[in-house]
């Protein structure tokens, strides 16, 4: 199985910037895409960013401009930097992956625990 660990949530103020973590480890064979999406509440989860293999990147378009996704794939982290925050980016983060393992040799998504960002105005 995998195991993705998410770091870097907070409270901050409006215009805020942070960078939140995700690794991930367990008997991973390949890792494909790694991502982050957030739920608000009351809302569904949404796409915030991912980012395949290769370093293909692709953003939700209320954070494109502001938010900055990027990996590590020698370590299986992936890293989301975001900048001039507002309140409606608050919401639980979740890191996301899709990997295949020795067990699992078709390509599976796998989730974090998420973290809870706050954003006040």
């Known amino acids: 199985q995998v195991q993705l660990v998410e770091s870097g949530g907070g409270w901050l103020q409006l215009g805020g910037s942070l960078r939140l973590s995700c690794a991930a480890s367990g008997s991973i064979f390949s890792m494909n895409a790694m991502g982050w999406y957030r739920q608000a509440p009351g809302k569904q989860r949404e796409l915030v960013a991912s980012?395949?293999?290769?370093?293909?990147?692709n953003y939700g378009d209320s954070v494109k401009g502001r938010y900055t996704i990027n990996r590590d794939n020698a370590r299986n982290t992936v890293y989301l930097q975001m900048n001039s925050l507002k309140p409606e980016d608050t919401a639980i983060y979740y890191c996301?992956?899709?990997?295949?393992?020795?067990?699992?040799?078709?390509?599976?998504?796998?989730w974090g625990q998420g973290t809870q960002v706050t954003v006040s105005s």
């Open positions: 996301n992956a899709v990997a295949t393992t020795s067990i699992r040799t078709t390509p599976s998504n796998y």
């Open positions: 980012i395949n293999s290769l370093g293909r990147t």
